[in-house]
């Protein structure tokens, strides 16, 4: 189960960026980095952070389908986020006992989820569906949930989001962008 609550959206766009942005977080103090099936090197960028950086965790986000899934885990990904729910991504995830955070917003959703044997959903994108008000409502209902909120976080809402216990972590690319601003002026 991911501990880290702090889940940076990394996009690879050329695979000679991995470690500069890999070592950036993990100067930051950041131990996990979500790296997306945005990119063509995403896969090879996987295998590189896994190779290189073993004391972090790293997954695999954007993952559609269970073509990107097989891909992601065979390169070693740790845990699995999607933007919405695939039942052959979480089904592929089960069978190898590896997390898969899918993206649920709506109570129809999250029950599909739950059928799944899902607890812990990624709420994307997190400042369109309502922020934490929309996830405090459908807490009400689904007890036993626990909430990724990822798009539109920022420094100026982070804290509000990891003071709720119900927040399992806080997904998103400023940490990767503020990361990176500081190796670049130190
Ligand atoms: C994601 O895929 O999780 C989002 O693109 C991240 O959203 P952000 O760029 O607003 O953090």
Redesign the pocket.
């Known amino acids: 189960m991911m501990m880290e609550r702090l889940i940076p959206?990394v996009v690879v766009k050329d695979l000679k960026e991995t470690e500069v942005i890999l070592n950036a977080l993990q100067r930051e103090g950041i131990g996990c980095a979500?790296i997306?099936f945005r990119t063509a090197c995403a896969e090879e960028a996987i295998r590189l952070a896994v190779q290189k950086f073993p004391q972090m965790e790293i997954g695999a986000?954007?993952v559609i389908n269970g073509g990107q899934c097989r891909r992601a885990l065979a390169a070693g990904a740790k845990f699995i986020?999607s933007?919405g729910l695939s039942e052959e991504v979480a089904e592929l995830c089960r069978e190898r006992n590896v997390p898969y955070y899918p993206g649920c917003v709506t109570p129809t959703e999250i029950m599909r989820a739950i059928a799944l044997g899902i607890t812990t959903v990624?709420f994307?994108?997190a400042?369109v569906y309502g922020g934490l008000k929309a996830m405090k409502a459908l807490a009400a209902p689904f007890p036993q949930i626990k909430f990724i909120p990822?798009?539109?976080?920022?420094g100026s809402n982070l804290n509000e989001f990891l003071s709720w216990d119900k927040i399992a972590a806080v997904?998103?690319?400023?940490m990767v962008k503020e990361a990176l601003e500081k190796w670049v002026k130190s």
């Open positions: 959206v979500e997306t986000g954007t986020v933007p990624k994307f994108p400042n990822t798009g539109g976080v920022d997904g998103g690319s400023f």
